[in-house]
């Protein structure tokens, strides 16, 4: 299941910011729309597309994971094969809409859900592989193999196949192999023989003492909630802005801007990104997240200089797309220290009640 999950994850892609900043590109310019429009549309979908969110997850509780992710899928797949026919920028705002909702909300959220379902005790370390193997190493693979596409097939047929990738990657682990949880085939949490001795907060008694858990109310009653939020926020608002528009930036630093050489910027985040979650698990776990997350932000505003600078010409040719996607990396790196878990029984820290599989 950890292995459907990731897949999930990667099949989240086409609908991710590191690959719509490459494939947008062509339809932009295809369609004569400006850069400012196509990313108000942007905007508005990626904003739109987050308010069904807590519906997909009421159905996943509801009718069960397996077959809100063969929907979700589906879905998916029809809106990657509709954005082959947009004809302006209602047709490509509905679009960014579908594929955000879908792909980058739906579908990413779903993974990380599975996974929950079947592991509590290693849940820390099965969602670090989650982001690792699945999001960072397809973030990391797939711009270079996507450029390619656009530049050698087109736009059109580059998500076409993009959509088959995603049907590939999902339909037939749903309809073969997804189950909603390990009591569903005899089996337990976290591969266990037997059963989990204390299942407290699942089976609706309270909490062990040394692992606190919240209710959203509760969570949502503390400062450090709404600290973890604006950090998450702010840091997503800056990621998505610099892979949104690395195109553009390449151009203004006075290259050709080419999908290939945006695949090629982009392509470093992730693998900062991918490192930075190794590296800040072990932290948060020896650290009080409020030493870690101040950390976090410096490098944010260091990566956005760095990505500034390479615009106004302060790096070589040579280094101005190693430097853009190192910058972004490091932009980026801060999410991790939000999603890593926090200090065992730290009273402060209401994302521990994540063992919890109905929250």
């Known amino acids: 299941m950890l292995g459907v999950a990731i897949g999930m994850a990667a099949a989240s892609m086409p609908g991710q910011t590191v690959l719509v900043s490459l494939w947008k590109e062509p339809l932009r310019e295809e369609l004569g729309l400006s850069l400012v429009s196509v990313s108000l549309a942007y905007t508005i979908g990626t904003i739109c597309a987050g308010l069904p969110l807590p519906w997909v997850g009421r159905i996943a509780d509801r009718l069960g994971l397996r077959f809100t992710v063969g929907v979700v899928a589906l ?63 397809a973030s990391a693979v797939m711009p270079i193999p996507t450029a390619w596409m656009l530049e050698h097939l087109g736009w059109r047929n580059a998500l076409a196949c993009l959509a088959a990738f995603v049907a590939l ?16 085939i005899g089996q337990h949490l976290d591969g266990d023989p037997g059963e989990h001795e204390t299942h407290d907060v699942l089976h609706g008694g309270p909490a062990p003492i040394d692992d606190p858990a919240f209710t959203v109310k509760q969570a949502a009653a503390t400062p450090a909630y709404w600290i973890l939020m604006a950090h998450l926020v702010m840091t997503g608002f800056v990621g998505t802005v610099l892979i949104f528009h690395m195109p553009a930036m390449l151009q203004q630093a ?91 029984g730290s009273p402060a820290a209401p994302w521990r009640g994540g063992s919890d599989r109905r929250a």
């Open 75 to 137: 879905g998916f797949v029809a809106s990657l094969l509709m954005l082959r026919f947009t004809t302006g920028i209602i047709t490509l705002g509905v679009g960014f809409f579908l594929v955000r909702f879908l792909g980058q909300g739906s579908l990413s959220m779903l993974s990380g859900h599975t996974i929950a379902m079947w592991f509590e005790r290693k849940l820390g370390k099965v969602h670090a592989l989650l982001a690792v193997a699945g999001f960072a190493a």
């Open 169 to 184: 990657l999902t339909l037939p682990w749903v309809l073969l192999v997804f189950r909603n949880k390990p009591e569903d």
């Open 254 to 344: 006075g290259l050709e801007g080419s999908p290939a050489q945006a695949a090629l910027a982009i392509q470093a985040w992730p693998i900062v990104f991918g490192l930075a979650t190794l590296l800040v698990g072990p932290l948060a776990d020896r650290f009080h997240p409020a030493k870690v997350l101040p950390a976090s932000l410096v490098l944010m505003a260091l990566g956005t200089l760095i990505c500034l600078g390479a615009t106004r010409g302060m790096a070589s040719e040579t280094w101005t797309v190693p430097l853009m996607g190192v910058g972004m990396g490091v932009s980026r790196r801060g999410r991790s220290a939000c999603r890593a878990p926090s200090a065992r």
